[in-house]
Every structure is written in C-alpha cells, then in structure tokens.
C-alpha cells in the first residue's frame, strides 16, 4: 500500500488554501482540468447532456467547469473539505456535493455502477489520494462507462505506484484503457531555489470499465 501523508492533515491545508487556490495555482499555470476534458472531448461519446459525473476531490469545482463546456451538465462532487466545496457550491454546477474523506478500504458515499464518468484531476498525487483506491473508483462507474484520470510528476516514486496499480486493474481486465497522454508543460514546479522554477510533466489516462 502506498503511504500518504494523514488525509485530515490535508484537507486541513485545504480549508485553509480555499479561498486563495485558483488565484494562486493560476500562478503555477495549473491547467489540468483543461487537459483532462481536451483528451475527453476527442473520446468521450457525444450525447452528454444526460451522462452522470461524479468528480471525485472536486476541490472549487474547475473540472465542472471545463466539463460543462463539453456539454456534460449532470455533476456530483465529493471532497474532503468543507472550504473548497463552499467555493464549488457557490458556482452552481453541482447537484450534490458530499464531504468524505477517499481513503482505502473505505467505501464512497455513493452506489455502485452509478456513474456515467468518473474523474480524478490534481488529486492522485504524492500525499493526497493513495493508488488504493482505483477499485472503488470503479466500483461506483456504470459497466462500459468511463474514468479519466490524472497525476503529474513529482520526483516521488508515485506516478509509479499508480501506474502499476492500473496496469494490475487492466490485467485482471476490470477496465481497458482508451487513452495515456503524456504532457510536457503540466504546471510549473518550485525545483531547488538554486535551480528556480521549471515545468513538470504529467499524465492524463482515460480508461473504460469492462462490462462484467
Ligand atoms: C489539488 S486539489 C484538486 C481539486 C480539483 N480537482 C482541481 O483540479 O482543481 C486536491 C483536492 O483533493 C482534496 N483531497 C486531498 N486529499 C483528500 C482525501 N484524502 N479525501 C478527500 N479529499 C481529498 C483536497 O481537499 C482538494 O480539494
């Protein structure tokens, strides 16, 4: 099982971080919600409207956002803190939004084979959300439909650890994977103070789930 750091630890940073977040990862130039909906915009089918998405570490809602540009317009958010959720609410995107901490061994607070897509962006990273869950991201997606998922590169042996968690999944053939994009230019990264800033890659995959 891969360690992270205590998950009331960084929901508590992210309380904190709410009301400042998109000023500052804009900062950064934190695009992934856009790179995950261009990828889904060239895979995912097109009667949108009434497709179910389930945005998992929803934070303030930018992947609602890029998704509705889509033509998706069916959200649910979970997240585990109340502040980001606030700023998502506010926007009025979402049918529901829950609190819930995503640890593993932990059911989500929603039903299986539920959802049209489901998708993780800037939260499958070193010390927030464990490789461990993958299966109950899949547990809860519609047989046949969809999860697009994203981490970028961090130094740690993380995108590693996810990687081999998915390909293990694809092995046991629960889900089939559609798309791996590599991008170069995924955000900028505070490298040594020496060395300044530079850009870090990431990852967006898109996988469909068996039917079973
Ligand atoms: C980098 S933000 C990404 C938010 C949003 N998906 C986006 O792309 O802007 C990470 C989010 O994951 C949430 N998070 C981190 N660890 C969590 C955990 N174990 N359980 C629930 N939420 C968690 C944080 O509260 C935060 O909203």
Request: net charge neutral.
């Amino acid at each position: 099982m891969y360690q992270t750091s205590p998950p009331e630890q960084q929901v508590q940073f992210y309380n904190i971080w709410a009301e400042k977040y998109e000023k500052e990862i804009a900062t950064v130039k934190y695009r992934a919600p856009r790179f995950a909906a261009e990828a889904l915009a060239l895979v995912y089918p097109k009667e949108r409207d009434n497709a179910l998405v389930l945005d998992v570490a929803c934070g303030t809602g930018m992947v609602a956002e890029q998704l509705q540009i889509l033509g998706f317009k069916n959200f649910h958010g979970i997240d585990g803190s109340e502040a980001m959720l606030k700023v998502a609410d506010s926007k009025s995107l979402y049918q529901s939004l829950k609190k819930c901490l995503i640890v593993p061994d932990k059911p989500l607070p929603v039903s299986s084979d539920t959802y049209d897509l489901v998708i993780v962006v800037g939260a499958l990273s070193s010390g927030l959300l464990s490789p461990d869950v993958l299966p109950e991201l899949l547990r809860v997606t519609k047989p046949g439909a969809y999860l697009c998922l994203t981490a970028k590169k961090d130094g740690s042996n993380y995108m590693q650890q996810l990687l081999a968690s998915m390909e293990e999944l694809e092995n046991k053939g629960l889900w089939t994977k559609v798309v791996e994009q590599q991008i170069d230019h995924w955000q900028i990264v505070l490298l040594k103070p020496e060395l300044g800033s530079g850009y870090t890659a990431g990852l967006v995959t898109i996988y469909r789930k068996t039917n079973q």
